[in-house]
């Protein structure tokens, strides 16, 4: 009990000291929307009517039609004639307007090929739709309520699928590139899809808005099938609090958030281990390629992401519960398994750095290979985690990336607006790696990740795989045979201090400021530039200051105190080293607290007969050093609250003041000799 007594408020001022910080950095919003319920789960995966489609679009151009499907099969290109035939005298020449037209649930509209820019819809609203009272995003969009969208549809989107049930929309060429959907960077959404049970989309492409190309909001059951998009800000498809969803055979590339994002996937399996009776969404077959990150998804609960690739973006996938606003939080529950995560390694940011973002969307060259991330991410790394729960990842193809496979951190909860203490540590929990081939291709060819995992330490029950190669700590908690089983299982509340400074300095990214956090390796950042190197040179020269000013007032004529503080200010300056191969572990970082934490146990021990209770925590310091040189590198410590990193620090703040005054304190005079002493020969025998 009088354990527990000490430790919360430690635990406290720890929390406190992290809020603080965190609070200072701004908060970024992924996706603002306003606020909705997910849906009852009464619904159900719609399936692909393959029967006469009800309403037909088509544009009048008789020689461009012919030009597009001068290549189909000839079965395929009768069918289009017949259809261009039908639609000239009964059909639409516009998307929305077919949509429109829909009467009842269960209706299917074909589009023929063509380039549909919804010229009806394009224009800035007018009258009480230009006069909308609502709040603002912080991108300055307007969050309308489900009434304003219906009053007045084309505020932000080129087509809206306002509470249509069952509707069916399919492009009719032999790709998905026949039927292109071409927002021309006038609208936050392509095509919005909002209280729409049942929708289903197959066979076009819908590309270049502010926001989304396609945005399924509010609907229990819907499919994705064979559809492109691209050149967005910030999503090519955006789900968001929806179930029964599917996901196949699907591409997007030229995103600044995400190609794939089902944020705030049905919480269907809150509450429960591993085993789960079903996924709210299904994603398979994909192809993102080319975005900030492949996939994501705040609050992306439930999903079942498998035999997809993501590759060559920033970040191959991510899923979080950093950003408010998002119901679900904490993320739970995604399972990745047989997906191809390779190469994601671009440099996007530096299209933010040189002010090509800053221009106008449609000047930016989003068609010739820009990207602008739209928030901070690590670029190189494979799947990232920030703050999500009993996650599964199994059997996925994890390779090329040239900071790290995994990568998984904690979200305190008062990130996503919850303030209450108990749930400040209530993510990085039971996220398990197992069966992973990482550093390796489908072909076998080595193709090695810089490190297969980066974790910042907080979490409990997380587990690696035992093959794992070089991470970030060198020691990991390894996954048994049997989901659930762990061996060495952590449960710290608090991640390593150093990787939480860097995480709090990389937080803070702002592209429509254009300000890229300068101590950040995420944009570039090098060498002494790092807030880590700076954190490691800062401490290491003043405990050096320090460890020798004592030294030479207390112990200089002792031999071993030199030859330990040799020990120690070498441990010093491979704490600056280490510092800087952060992005290639090694064991150098645990040698650097090895010698450290031998100088001071060694100073301790020597200081006893003159300072006893400054030495035994001299000795204290030193020996917690050499338990996070083992916590590091042979084996995470179980069953600590926090680890040996947090208690050290704490101690060698107060042991920097105690070791300032004990050196500039005057020495004590030397102890009177007695005349046997000064003269032992006259001493009788």
Same mark, same amino acid.
């Given at each position: 009990?009088?354990?527990?007594?000490?430790?919360?408020?430690?635990?406290?001022?720890?929390?406190?000291?992290?809020?603080?910080?965190?609070?200072?950095?701004?908060?970024?919003?992924?996706?603002?929307?306003?606020?909705?319920?997910?849906?009852?789960?009464?619904?159900?995966?719609?399936?692909?009517?393959?029967?006469?489609?009800?309403?037909?679009?088509?544009?009048?151009?008789?020689?461009?039609?012919?030009?597009?499907?001068?290549?189909?099969?000839?079965?395929?290109?009768?069918?289009?004639?017949?259809?261009?035939?039908?639609?000239?005298?009964?059909?639409?020449?516009?998307?929305?307007?077919?949509?429109?037209?829909?009467?009842?649930?269960?209706?299917?509209?074909?589009?023929?090929?063509?380039?549909?820019?919804?010229?009806?819809?394009?224009?800035?609203?007018?009258?009480?739709?230009?006069?909308?009272?609502?709040?603002?995003?912080?991108?300055?969009?307007?969050?309308?309520?489900?009434?304003?969208?219906?009053?007045?549809?084309?505020?932000?989107?080129?087509?809206?699928?306002?509470?249509?049930?069952?509707?069916?929309?399919?492009?009719?060429?032999?790709?998905?590139?026949?039927?292109?959907?071409?927002?021309?960077?006038?609208?936050?959404?392509?095509? #919005?899809?909002?209280?729409?049970?049942?929708?289903?989309?197959?066979?076009?492409?819908?590309? #270049?808005?502010?926001?989304?190309?396609?945005?399924?909001?509010?609907?229990?059951?819907?499919?994705?099938?064979?559809?492109?998009? #691209?050149?967005?800000?910030?999503?090519?498809?955006?789900?968001?609090?929806?179930?029964?969803?599917?996901?196949?055979?699907?591409?997007?590339?030229?995103?600044?958030?995400?190609?794939?994002?089902?944020?705030?996937?049905?919480?269907?399996?809150?509450?429960?281990?591993?085993?789960?009776?079903?996924?709210?969404?299904?994603?398979?077959?994909?192809?993102?390629?080319?975005?900030?990150?492949?996939?994501?998804?705040?609050?992306?609960?439930?999903?079942?992401?498998?035999?997809?690739?993501?590759?060559?973006?920033?970040?191959?996938?991510?899923?979080?519960?950093?950003?408010?606003?998002?119901?679900?939080?904490?993320?739970?529950?995604?399972?990745?398994?047989?997906?191809?995560?390779?190469?994601?390694?671009?440099?996007?940011?530096?299209?933010?750095?040189?002010?090509?973002?800053?221009?106008?969307?449609?000047?930016?060259?989003?068609?010739?290979?820009?990207?602008?991330?739209?928030?901070?991410?690590?670029?190189?790394?494979?799947?990232?985690?920030?703050?999500?729960?009993?996650?599964?990842?199994?059997?996925?193809?994890?390779?090329?990336?040239?900071?790290?496979?995994?990568?998984?951190?904690?979200?305190?909860?008062?990130?996503?607006?919850?303030?209450?203490?108990?749930?400040?540590?209530?993510?990085?929990?039971?996220?398990?790696?197992?069966?992973?081939?990482?550093?390796?291709?489908?072909?076998?060819?080595?193709?090695?990740? /810089?490190?297969?995992?980066?974790?910042?330490?907080?979490?409990? /029950?997380?587990?690696?795989?035992?093959?794992?190669?070089?991470?970030?700590?060198?020691?990991?908690?390894?996954?048994?045979?049997?989901?659930?089983?762990?061996?060495?299982?952590?449960?710290?509340?608090?991640?390593?201090?150093?990787?939480?400074?860097?995480?709090?300095?990389?937080?803070?990214?702002?592209?429509?400021?254009?300000?890229?956090?300068?101590?950040?390796?995420?944009?570039?950042?090098?060498?002494?530039? #790092?807030?880590?190197?700076?954190?490691?040179?800062?401490?290491?020269?003043?405990?050096?200051?320090?460890?020798?000013?004592?030294?030479?007032?207390?112990?200089?004529?002792?031999?071993?105190?030199?030859?330990?503080?040799?020990?120690?200010?070498?441990?010093?300056?491979?704490?600056?080293?280490?510092?800087?191969?952060?992005?290639?572990?090694?064991?150098?970082?645990?040698?650097?607290?090895?010698?450290?934490?031998?100088?001071?146990?060694?100073?301790?021990?020597?200081?006893?007969?003159?300072?006893?209770?400054?030495?035994?925590?001299?000795?204290?310091?030193?020996?917690?050093?050499?338990?996070?040189?083992?916590?590091?590198?042979?084996?995470?410590?179980?069953?600590?609250?926090?680890?040996?990193?947090?208690?050290?620090?704490?101690?060698?703040?107060?042991?920097?003041?105690?070791?300032?005054?004990?050196?500039?304190? /005057?020495?004590?005079?030397?102890?009177?000799?007695?005349?046997?002493?000064?003269?032992?020969?006259?001493?009788?025998?």
């Amino acid at each position: 009990m009088s354990w527990t007594r000490r430790f919360f408020p430690l635990l406290s001022v720890v929390l406190a000291v992290l809020a603080a910080a965190l609070l200072a950095a701004p908060v970024a919003q992924a996706h603002e929307e306003r606020p909705v319920t997910l849906p009852d789960g009464t619904g159900s995966v719609p399936e692909l009517r393959t029967g006469e489609p009800d309403l037909l679009v088509c544009k009048t151009d008789r020689a461009d039609f012919e030009r597009r499907i001068a290549g189909f099969p000839d079965g395929l290109k009768e069918r289009n004639r017949e259809l261009f035939a039908r639609c000239g005298r009964s059909g639409f020449r516009h998307l929305q307007q077919a949509v429109d037209a829909v009467g009842r649930p269960g209706m299917t509209i074909a589009i023929l090929p063509g380039l549909y820019e919804e010229e009806p819809s394009l224009p800035a609203p007018t009258g009480a739709c230009a006069a909308l009272e609502a709040p603002k995003s912080s991108f300055g969009y307007q969050i309308l309520s489900y009434e304003q969208q219906a009053q007045c549809p084309h505020n932000q989107n080129l087509v809206a699928i306002l509470g249509k049930k069952d509707l069916q929309i399919e492009g009719t060429g032999a790709s998905r590139l026949d039927v292109v959907i071409d927002a021309k960077y006038t609208k936050l959404n392509a095509i #919005r899809a909002d209280r729409s049970d049942g929708v289903y989309f197959r066979n076009f492409t819908a590309q #270049r808005t502010t926001f989304n190309s396609l945005y399924v909001l509010a609907a229990d059951g819907f499919v994705i099938d064979d559809v492109l998009t #691209r050149w967005n800000d910030e999503y090519g498809f955006l789900t968001f609090a929806s179930d029964h969803g599917l996901y196949k055979n699907c591409e997007s590339y030229g995103n600044g958030d995400s190609g794939i994002y089902p944020g705030s996937a049905s919480n269907i399996n809150d509450g429960l281990g591993f085993d789960v009776p079903r996924y709210s969404i299904e994603i398979t077959g994909c192809r993102s390629h080319h975005n900030m990150v492949g996939y994501s998804g705040t609050a992306g609960d439930s999903v079942w992401v498998h035999d997809n690739e993501f590759d060559h973006n920033m970040g191959g996938a991510s899923m979080d519960s950093a950003f408010p606003g998002h119901p679900g939080l904490p993320q739970n529950h995604a399972k990745f398994e047989r997906n191809l995560i390779h190469d994601n390694n671009e440099d996007y940011y530096r299209h933010v750095a040189d002010g090509t973002c800053a221009r106008p969307p449609a000047e930016r060259g989003y068609e010739n290979g820009v990207v602008c991330p739209q928030i901070s991410m690590p670029p190189g790394s494979g799947i990232i985690t920030a703050g999500g729960n009993w996650n599964l990842y199994e059997d996925n193809w994890v390779y090329g990336h040239e900071r790290t496979g995994f990568y998984l951190n904690a979200v305190p909860a008062f990130i996503r607006g919850e303030s209450a203490w108990s749930k400040q540590t209530d993510t990085s929990h039971h996220n398990r790696y197992a069966n992973n081939r990482l550093g390796i291709d489908k072909a076998g060819n080595s193709r090695p990740n /810089r490190t297969d995992v980066w974790w910042d330490g907080q979490g409990r /029950r997380n587990c690696w795989q035992d093959d794992t190669g070089a991470s970030s700590p060198r020691a990991l908690p390894a996954c048994g045979p049997v989901r659930g089983e762990v061996s060495g299982a952590t449960a710290r509340l608090v991640g390593e201090p150093v990787k939480l400074a860097q995480l709090l300095v990389c937080a803070d990214y702002d592209v429509q400021a254009r300000r890229l956090p300068a101590g950040c390796d995420w944009y570039g950042a090098r060498g002494l530039q #790092r807030v880590e190197v700076q954190i490691a040179l800062a401490a290491s020269l003043l405990l050096a200051l320090v460890g020798t000013a004592l030294w030479w007032r207390r112990l200089r004529g002792r031999r071993l105190a030199a030859v330990a503080l040799a020990a120690g200010v070498a441990g010093l300056a491979l704490d600056v080293a280490g510092a800087t191969l952060t992005l290639a572990p090694t064991y150098v970082p645990a040698l650097a607290l090895l010698l450290t934490g031998a100088w001071w146990t060694v100073t301790g021990l020597l200081l006893r007969p003159t300072r006893p209770v400054f030495a035994w925590t001299t000795v204290v310091l030193g020996l917690l050093t050499l338990l996070d040189a083992f916590d590091k590198s042979v084996l995470m410590i179980p069953a600590i609250p926090l680890g040996p990193a947090w208690i050290r620090l704490l101690l060698g703040v107060v042991w920097v003041l105690w070791a300032v005054v004990a050196a500039g304190a /005057r020495p004590a005079p030397e102890p009177a000799s007695t005349p046997a002493e000064e003269h032992p020969e006259e001493i009788p025998a």
